[in-house]
């Protein structure tokens, strides 16, 4: 990985899909940009989903070639596994603190050629997975990360030195600290995206208890052909379940759990999974209870339709409290919400939480931008400049600027990267990057000019 | 990854003319391998003459999938690369990419799909492995044939022409301007601002729509290098990227900034006609204001109205008003041109919810306009004397309808997407009628409530505290609208209630909302001119929603605001920025990298026949008189092949695709065709 240099045009925090976007808007403009994120591969959500809706396209198809892209581009940096400490504001631009997390290994000589990880005893419960699969304590992320350099996890680590001993490139340092480095930049774009509602966040559905009670980004992760079982089983007993329920708006649209507003893609991606699901498993029955199904974008509602048509049940109902069963089958206590509200028990082998998302991080502390009411930054001219936080010269794109889908994430992204350009521009940050546009701009018409009133 | 064994066969497989081919197959982590025997296929291709490496991989187009690529060429030293995968729009340039950064010409390389066309279209096992072989076997033949080419560069003319000045165009104008771009906004309007202009207040953030878009109008107007032009059509439009020139027609306004007594102008007009602006709530005059406060602030004359009597000229003293005026038109040099064409409310059918023939029931865009304090009842709602008022509004209208049970529109389809705003627009309207009118009794029948936008939840909340009445009706059974014999309220809605179990529903209404959907504002000129892709909703159609989310298949022509699909004013303007950002890279670059795919003219072979000439679509090819010959423009040609294909002397070959290439490919495929 190339040393920090001293002076970059923009900081872009987050490297998922929208940190990338953004990165990759401004690098193609001819701007130097750092992008650092804390996970040791860049990818964020979005690479560990199976597939999008509403075209199904396999999200790896479209995400990995934007990783690579990131990576090999000219003007951009990536700085992984790295934190935030400290944005503050410095003479005209931003001074940049981070820390470079120790990876217990020397990152530039690491090949990635997997030999610790097989040699590696320990197995933990792997987070790229949602805890259904296993990783070694060191390890590489998984097979798309990038870069793809291990890392050790000294809290799971017992230092029987076995992956030192079959390192060719001998790059293991178990004295490694983690190390504070600042630079500069003249503008700053967060994307720091998000996390699920906690599934403990609703104690009525055991979403932290039973088994059988999914977290949707775990059941992106067993449908995939890359995924800890390499089909679709419930964790509970490995057998193919029969009979799977969705609960919508379990983290959201519930001031109870303090998030009222709408996640926006759960309605989508439950969809999108119940319709797999009858994919994968044959004769399998999806039922969605939902509030209101909100199929809003472009194409959304005629995915929607063929997903009722291919035989996923969409009921109105709000499930009031899971229990789980001997066999940890699970027992929805549902208020059918198009039958008067009558309340009816409803037995299904799977459950799938459709938890909402919140911010995936805070900027408290580290970057003086405020956040609003539900948690993500504040936007304090929504309407016209989408992207453009209270403090100057920081704005924000995707997820963390509140929630939403991988098309608009990718489309406010490219907005935070046009905002932050014209800021750069206009504070003279770098004269150089404008000149290419101005100096050069042709002659054109005038035709006529109108004062204004 | 998979390597197959004894595919490596080494140099002894090299082929005669010096081929090393490199295959890689991808089994796109299932959607390939599921269907498709990879393993097997790279096992028959690997026995190909000229196949040096056969092999398989998880995800190719992922960093280690094309380390893989870019190690292989280097150790192996294969000078021929063949990716089979998905679909080339997908990921051809990718690898193009891997190619290069291994030292190895790209355009040695080539994709063969066998997702789209292969595993995603049929279920066969066995035929999809066969057709797979079959192509990669077309491929591997057709490889052989190519030769190095060097991708053509054009320059880049750096200036923007943004086509639309609503909230979307404008937007993007100020982006570019601000980024150093001369820009020429184009709107066929007299006067900028769009739709918004017809809005009051904006959800969620409440502000006030005209002065939002005020401050949006005087950034772009008073930047130096934008340049606005109000009043114009675009008649015709040609080049290609970095060099597209524009014809445009300036319609004569009429009036110009000389003209002082605006008011009295136009209060002198004796012509009435439906006012577009209260979406015919009111009348104005042949010359007119579109809103106040707008933009350009100089009157207008619509020639359909005005009869050129003379009287406004009369009352201004003849200062600044010209009914002689001429059209103009001029042609507009730009490298990128980005199109932010809007939409336009959907219309009711004549009877569709009683639309038309009940007075009372009128769109959510009238009723904005109704509750709009510079509206054309200065912010009234027609209301029963002394009676509480009762308001029922319906949603999705003209939106997510269904085939068979909704009639269809003229275009022959009926509108089946989610219009996206209407769910907020409808309830922020209703809650401001609450808020003004706490008497009346507002009852909304819809399917589903979808607020889904940051602080849009908010509304539903408050609409369901301040008791207004929701009603679930089924799709299938929309309401219907009808006069009320008995009673005092003109109208009777009528349906069953979902959400209690499917009781009847008969609710008295003086006013029904109609929550219209939205269609794309009618561009077909511009369409056919820019060649643009169409989706079945019969907006704009994005490249990639994901990875070119804002362009259009036509390199250079760019995508802002709702021409491509419903959006809120926050999602139309993040487009517009996109897409400013997007022709920003380009115009950075200073020059356009394009494929080297274009027809070439073989001199000695030329009879000069001109068949060429008539044939080709895009004006691409000359004749140069003095020697008699056909000749074509690099940066015109978008290697079609039509010329090379009807060329009666064989003179005309295109780059990528000669006749040894194309030949081999055709009889390794009917080869392959016989055995299967
Ligand atoms: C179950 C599920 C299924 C989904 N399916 C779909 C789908 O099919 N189609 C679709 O369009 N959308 C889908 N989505 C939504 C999609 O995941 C998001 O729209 C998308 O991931 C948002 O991208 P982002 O870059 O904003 O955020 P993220 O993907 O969360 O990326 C943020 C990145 O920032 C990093 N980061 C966070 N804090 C810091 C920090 N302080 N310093 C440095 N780095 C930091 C994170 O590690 C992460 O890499 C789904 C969501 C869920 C939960």
Redesign the pocket.
Known sequence: MAKIRERYDALV?????????AALDLGEQGYDVLL????P???????G??????TLDC?SCICTPRMAEAAHHARIQLQTY???ERVEKKGTGFAVHLVKKPRFLIEDDCVGCNLCELACPIDVPHEFDYGLGARRAVYIPHGNAIPQTAVLDVENCVFCGKCEKVCPTHCFDFTQEAEEVTTSAGAVII??????TPMAAKKEYGGDTFVNVM???G??RIQSSNGPYGRVLRPSDGKIPRSIAYVQCAGSRDRSIGIPYC?R??C??AL??ALLLTHYIHGVEVTLYYMDIRAF?KGYEQFYRRAVKEGVKATKGKVAKITEADNHDLILRVEMLDENGRVEERRHDLVVL??G?VP??HVGG?VDAEEAEDGFLLTPEAKVSPSHTTMEGVFV????AG???????IVE?GEAAMAAANYLERIGWRAMAGAVLGASAAKQEVVETWEMH | MVETPGSCSGSGNEHENGARIGVFICHCGGNISDVVDVKRVADEIGKLRGVVLSTTQMFLCSDPGQGLIEQKIKELGLNRVIVAACSPTLHQLTFRRTVARAGLNQFLFEHVNVREQVSWVTEDAEAATQKATRLIRAAVDRVKHLIPLDKRRISIHPAALVIGGGIAGLVAARDLAQRGMKVTLVEKQPFLGGRVAQLHTLFPTGEDARDALKRVIEEVVSHELVNVITNAQILDSEGVVGDFRTRIRIEPRGANSQLRQRASAVAACPEQTINEFDYGLSQRKAIYMAYPGCYPPIPAIDWNVCTKCGKCLWAVGGRGINLAEQPREMVLHSGIIVLATGFDPYEPLYGEYGYGIFPRVITLQQLIRLLDPLGPTGGRLPRNDGEPTRIAFIHCVGARQIEGVNQRQPDGKVKDYCARTCCTGALHAALEIRRRHPEVMITDFYQDIRTYGRGHETYYEQASEAGILFVRYDPRHPPRVEGNPKGDSPLLVRTSDLLTGGLDVEMPADLVVLATGVVPHDISELVGMYHCAVGSDSFLLEVHP?LRPVELAVAGVFLAGSCQGPMDVTEACAAASAAASKSAALIAQAQVEMDPFIAKVDEELCTGCQTCLTVCPYDAITRDETRGIAVVSEARCTGCGTCAATCPSNAIQQFGFNDAQVLAEVKALLQGAALG
């Open positions: 925090i987050g490297g998922g899909i929208a940190g990338m976007q650092v994120e804390k996970e591969s860049i990818g964020g959500v979005m690479v989903l199976n597939k999008v809706f509403p999200s790295t934190e935030v994307a720091t995206g998000l996390q699920i977290n949707p980004l059941m992106e996640s893609v759960c989508m991606y999108k999974q974008g459709a938890q998302l995936g991080w580290v794109g995707g997820v963390a929630p939403k889908d991988i098309p608009d994430a992204a | 994901k």
